[in-house]
């Protein structure tokens, strides 16, 4: 704990941190999806834990978040481009189904 003359705190809420690893199944297919879909392949980075991704990984299912570039994210007039999320919508929805058929491919 940092003590701070004249200052006190305490913490309201607090998360274990947790995270998807990049070679996991959902991350690697979601890669595959953004790459047919795209045409290149997207970085797989860590982000910050903002998401609701967090609450899945600590009932232990994975996540991949794939997004729209987030213009000016967390600040006035923060935006996303609508062709943007017509290919975002196209990569969830194949990586969605392969997932969901993946035993019937193997």
Request: charged letters at 20%; aromatic letters at 6%; a neutral charge.
């Amino acid at each position: 704990m940092l003590d701070l003359p004249g200052i006190t705190w305490r913490v309201l809420r607090c998360f274990e941190p947790n995270h998807t690893g990049p070679g996991d199944e959902i991350v690697t297919r979601c890669a595959t999806a953004a790459t047919d879909i795209i045409g290149r392949a997207p970085a797989i980075n860590m982000r910050v834990g903002g998401s609701d991704a967090r609450w899945f990984r600590m009932a232990g299912i994975p996540t991949v978040v794939y997004g729209p570039t987030p213009h000016n994210m967390g600040a006035p007039d923060e935006y996303a481009e609508i062709a943007e999320l017509a290919t975002v919508s196209r990569v969830h929805a194949l990586t969605a189904f392969d997932m969901l058929t993946r035993e019937s491919r193997k």
